[in-house]
């Protein structure tokens, strides 16, 4: 069995633009007396690898915590594909993968592929920044499939795996930090 993290470390990631870069801040130091180290930081939600909740894009969409854990956990399809997505790329992976389904490669959804997915999977994980425009995520946050952004497949193949990608439970916010793995059996 191999563990492969497909995180991002959150301080060394690039930010989507206009975004703000997290940052850190030691509040608490042992090699300046204090009896512990504390850390706080700042950043937004949707900063390195993190799960978009409907509540992003769809005003009464449920929020981060309610994020269904069921559909973040289970067996995913990782499948290479650059450039736009589109319907015929879609249509032939509902065919051979799994309901949770990973996109190895910078690539984003058409209006037309996120419109297919919707259908058929719980989760669409990218390795880009986004899925896609404003119509790709409301497309896929209405339907609840979970939108999984700035993963890191460098060091996977194509193929089944078994995911792990629980957001965070950060109540009432528009999307959560995670820390996602495969697992290769």
Known sequence: MRIIDISHEMFSSPVYPGDIKPEYKRDMLISEGS?????????CVHNSTHMDAPFHYIDDGYTAESIPLDYCVGYCSVAELSGI??????????????????????????????AAASEYFDLIGVESITVGNTFVHRTLLRCN??????????QVKAGRYWLSAAPLKLGGCDGAPVRAYLIDK
């Not at 009896?35 to 950043?43: A, C, G, Q, V």
């Not at 499939?145 to 700035?150: H, K, P, Y």
């Open 35 to 43: 009896e512990f180290n504390l850390t706080r930081i700042k950043m």
């Open 85 to 114: 997505i589109e319907l015929k790329d879609i249509q032939r992976l509902i065919k051979t993968c799994e309901k949770r389904l990973l996109i190895k490669g910078e690539a984003k959804f058409s209006d037309a592929s996120a």
């Open 145 to 154: 499939t979970a939108v999984l952004e700035g993963i890191d497949l460098s």
